[in-house]
């Protein structure tokens, strides 16, 4: 048994969260040590006797073999922050998670990446500029990162996947499931044509309202930028921008319609010091790559 796999039967237990796990694996040293240890160390290191004992009894139901074997069937993948293939980006962010589930391959988190963000509910507008910008990027071979939320992430994906580009997922829920459901097609297809579907939950976790929140910062942190397309003022949109600014991400925003209730996020970013997005050139500048010497192929 590997300490990969301690590590990832200790995250199992979804009430410690990335924090209190490296916390355990900080203070035991390794993680089979924290995995066997008596109740009274994790007292020690000040964790609540009612979620300790519930942890207890949470271990001795578990079967890091079975469990191991569940995933292979289901065909997720894991790696933590103790494996050679863990997102690069991901090792030194606050917060940043301890262990990745996965389908698909990880390769495109090697190359240039943007993450495109907006509504759930956007304009035949938002439509046209998530579409127009994810597919000149990803024939530029930038890997598109979205949520595969409705609304702006579902149609930056399908662009980037019409363009034959790379894409990834990062979803707020276990990998046995997909939400939203109607996007269960679009996640297979992700992964059959190079990209992933990720998550930081165990199998079985469900779509709690709180894990979108949280996995905006896995957005942005796997990112090299971020880029605003609809949103309302206050949304989760703003919430992704905001990791993005304090990881040192460049923030871009593609203007809208002053009238309309979704330019309230692209707009306030704009105001706020975000950069304005109005051709794939914007985006492009941002990794050096040079539009004139490639073309007209991001025109296309």
């Known amino acids: 048994m590997t300490e990969s796999k301690y590590?990832?039967?200790?995250?199992?237990?979804?009430?410690?969260?990335?924090?209190?796990?490296?916390?355990?694996y900080s203070y035991f040293g390794t993680a089979e040590?924290?995995?066997?240890?008596?109740p009274g160390s994790f007292i020690d290191i000040g964790l609540p006797e009612k979620k300790v004992e519930e942890f207890v009894s949470f271990r001795k139901s578990f079967n890091i073999k079975s469990y191991f074997e569940k995933l292979s069937k289901l065909n997720i993948k894991v790696t933590t922050f103790l494996d050679k293939d863990f997102p690069e980006a991901l090792k030194n962010l606050d917060n940043a998670p301890a262990v990745l589930y996965y389908k698909g391959s990880l390769k495109?988190?090697?190359?240039?990446?943007?993450?495109?963000?907006?509504?759930?509910?956007?304009t035949p507008y938002g439509r046209e500029v998530t579409e127009k910008f994810s597919r000149e990027l990803a024939?530029?071979?930038?890997?598109?990162?979205?949520?595969?939320?409705?609304?702006?992430?579902?149609?930056?994906?399908?662009?980037?996947?019409?363009?034959?580009?790379?894409?990834?997922?990062?979803?707020?829920?276990?990998?046995?499931?997909?939400?939203?459901?109607?996007n269960r097609?679009?996640?297979?297809?992700?992964?059959?044509?190079?990209g992933a579907v990720i998550s930081e939950y165990p199998p079985g976790h469900p779509a709690l309202p709180s894990n979108f929140a949280l996995r905006n910062r896995i957005i942005s942190g796997l990112s090299g930028c971020v880029l605003v397309i609809e949103g309302a003022e206050k949304s989760g949109t703003l919430l992704t921008a905001s990791h993005?600014?304090?990881?040192?991400?460049?923030?871009?925003?593609?203007?809208?319609q002053i009238t309309s209730p979704l330019s309230g996020a692209p707009l306030y970013l704009l105001k706020n010091?975000?950069?304005?997005?109005?051709?794939?050139?914007?985006?492009?500048?941002?990794?050096?790559?040079?539009?004139?010497v490639v073309g007209e192929m991001g025109k296309r």
Not at 158 to 178: E, M, P
Not at 273 to 291: C, N, P, R, S
Request: net charge positive.
């Open 273 to 292: 010091g975000a950069k304005m997005a109005t051709e794939v050139q914007d985006v492009l500048e941002e990794f050096g790559i040079d539009f004139s």
């Open 108 to 122: 495109g988190l090697k190359a240039g990446s943007v993450a495109i963000v907006g509504t759930r509910k956007m």
């Open 185 to 194: 097609d679009l996640a297979e297809e992700i992964v059959k044509k190079g």
């Open 7 to 24: 590590l990832t039967a200790i995250s199992a237990f979804t009430y410690f969260g990335p924090l209190r796990v490296r916390l355990i």
């Open 244 to 256: 993005a600014a304090q990881q040192g991400k460049t923030v871009l925003a593609v203007p809208g």
């Open 139 to 182: 024939g530029f071979g930038v890997t598109i990162i979205s949520g595969l939320a409705r609304g702006v992430d579902t149609a930056a994906h399908k662009a980037c996947l019409s363009a034959r580009g790379l894409t990834v997922a990062i979803l707020g829920n276990g990998l046995d499931s997909v939400y939203p459901p109607e």
């Open 33 to 38: 040590k924290a995995w066997k240890s008596s």
